[in-house]
T-cell receptor, first 115, second 110 residues
Framework: KAGVTQTPRYLIKTRGQQVTLSCSPI?????VSWYQQTPGQGLQFLFE???????NKGNFPGRFSGRQFSNSRSEMNVSTLELGDSALYLC??????????????FGPGTRLLVL | SQQGEEDPQALSIQEGENATMNCSYK?????LQWYRQNSGRGLVHLIL?????REKHSGRLRVTLDTSKKSSSLLITASRAADTASYFC??????????FGAGTRLTVKP
């Protein structure tokens, strides 16, 4: 089985721009979660989608949004980028929603640099 | 904000030695997971321990969970240079909130 894939792997944007990141989960997995990782704040949960519905959302401003498609692929969008949005964005997939005691499998991440 | 707090923040040992990392958390959990991350890459799942379990083994890894103290430990025995990485605990809380700790940076010197 192919693992979780994320595109692009690296991205450079300027303040004020918007960005869309993509995540393809492991085949058969319907839950996709997004995390932001920064040196200062560590790993923080952004949101989770399961069967095209957002189940949970972390404590991030409305500039961070996401969606999930019928094939379980997910996209994350950040609008009006700020310097502090520079981070490694990780997505993880599992066959059941988070918290159900099943392993989440992580992708390699997208490293976003905002200048 | 993070729930789990790992200690130590950094650990440096020689190959062949054992490495022990600890994680403390604050709320009631369904399970606790340990992950490894190499140099800013994705996380690799190591082991999951449920709240009703006290100890689990996987190869050279041994995880313990003490729900009364809200703490867990990860022991890596006979460490190798390839074990050099950051290790994170992640808690699945009963309110479906999943939080990661700040991580322990392990360096294994050959």
């Amino acid at each position: 089985k192919a693992g979780v894939t994320q595109t692009p792997r690296y991205l450079i944007k300027t303040r004020g721009q918007q960005v869309t990141l993509s995540c393809s989960p492991i085949s058969g997995h319907r839950s996709v979660s997004w995390y932001q990782q920064t040196p200062g704040q560590g790993l923080q949960f952004l949101f989770e989608y399961f069967s095209e519905t957002q189940r949970n959302k972390g404590n991030f401003p409305g500039r961070f949004s996401g969606r999930q498609f019928s094939n379980s692929r997910s996209e994350m969008n950040v609008s009006t980028l700020e310097l502090g949005d520079s981070a490694l964005y990780l997505c993880a997939s599992s066959s059941i929603p988070r918290g159900g005691g099943e392993t989440q499998y992580f992708g390699p991440g997208t490293r976003l640099l905002v200048l | 904000s993070q729930q789990g707090e790992e200690d130590p923040q950094a650990l440096s040992i020689q190959e062949g030695e054992n490495a022990t990392m600890n994680c403390s958390y604050k709320t009631s959990i369904n399970n606790l997971q340990w992950y490894r991350q190499n140099s800013g890459r994705g996380l690799v799942h190591l082991i999951l321990i449920r709240s009703n379990e006290r100890e689990k083994h996987s190869g050279r890894l041994r995880v313990t969970l003490d729900t009364s103290k809200k703490s867990s430990s990860l022991l890596i025995t006979a460490s190798r240079a390839a074990d050099t990485a950051s290790y994170f605990c992640a808690t699945d809380a009963k309110n479906n909130d999943m939080r990661f700790g700040a991580g322990t940076r392990l360096t294994v010197k050959p």
